[in-house]
């Protein structure tokens, strides 16, 4: 595999920002990941919703040690891609020692979105992670496959099985 896949957990508020409204470009991190450019984030919508929304690509990644001058010129220049307002920006890197930026692009909506439930009757072991997880591409492949599937060719693949 020459790229990674990895799952996130996204409050529903800001999955809307990513793939309704298409506002929210930048997903913001206080942990550093493995991603570089070319790699595919899958979104898992966190409670109430408990779905896999979809995927997009990473066009790259923004790290920044946090200091009070790395804050503000990351604010300054990505205010309006991030989802949020300056003061849940400042309150959500207290503490951090890190700024992670993950640019978007290439958003790809799932035709069906694939419920918690759904999906663990194929992966029984597979859980969303608080933060993050990496996926191995065949798990990918398969929450993909039931995401694009039309509900009636699952039902008839199943049936053949």
Same mark, same amino acid.
């Given at each position: 595999?020459?790229?990674?896949i990895?799952?996130?957990s996204?409050k529903?508020?800001?999955?809307?920002?990513?793939?309704?409204?298409?506002?929210?470009?930048v997903?913001?991190?206080?942990?550093?990941?493995?991603?570089?450019e070319?790699?595919?984030?899958?979104?898992?919508?966190?409670s109430?919703?408990?779905?896999?929304l979809g995927?997009f690509?990473? +066009?790259d990644v923004? =790290?920044?040690?946090v200091?009070?001058k @790395?804050?503000k010129?990351?604010w300054?220049?990505? $205010?309006?891609?991030?989802?949020?307002?300056?003061?849940?920006?400042?309150?959500?890197?207290e503490?951090?020692s890190?700024?992670v930026?993950?640019?978007i692009?290439?958003?790809?909506l799932?035709?069906?979105?694939?419920e918690?439930?759904?999906?663990q009757?194929k992966l029984?072991?597979?859980?969303?992670p608080q933060?993050?997880?990496y996926?191995? +591409?065949?798990?990918? =492949?398969?929450?993909?496959?039931?995401? @694009?599937?039309?509900?009636?060719?699952?039902?008839? $693949?199943?049936?053949?099985?």
């Amino acid at each position: 595999m020459l790229f990674t896949i990895l799952l996130l957990s996204i409050k529903p508020k800001y999955a809307k920002q990513i793939f309704e409204t298409k506002t929210k470009k930048v997903e913001l991190r206080r942990v550093r990941t493995r991603l570089k450019e070319g790699d595919i984030v899958l979104v898992y919508v966190s409670s109430p919703a408990k779905v896999f929304l979809g995927s997009f690509e990473v +066009e790259d990644v923004i =790290e920044r040690e946090v200091s009070r001058k @790395e804050l503000k010129n990351f604010w300054n220049k990505f $205010q309006d891609s991030v989802g949020i307002t300056k003061q849940e920006f400042n309150s959500y890197y207290e503490g951090a020692s890190v700024i992670v930026g993950i640019q978007i692009k290439n958003i790809s909506l799932f035709e069906n979105p694939v419920e918690l439930e759904r999906l663990q009757e194929k992966l029984s072991y597979l859980r969303p992670p608080q933060s993050y997880r990496y996926l191995e +591409e065949k798990e990918y =492949e398969i929450i993909k496959a039931l995401g @694009e599937a039309q509900t009636a060719i699952m039902t008839d $693949q199943e049936n053949l099985e």
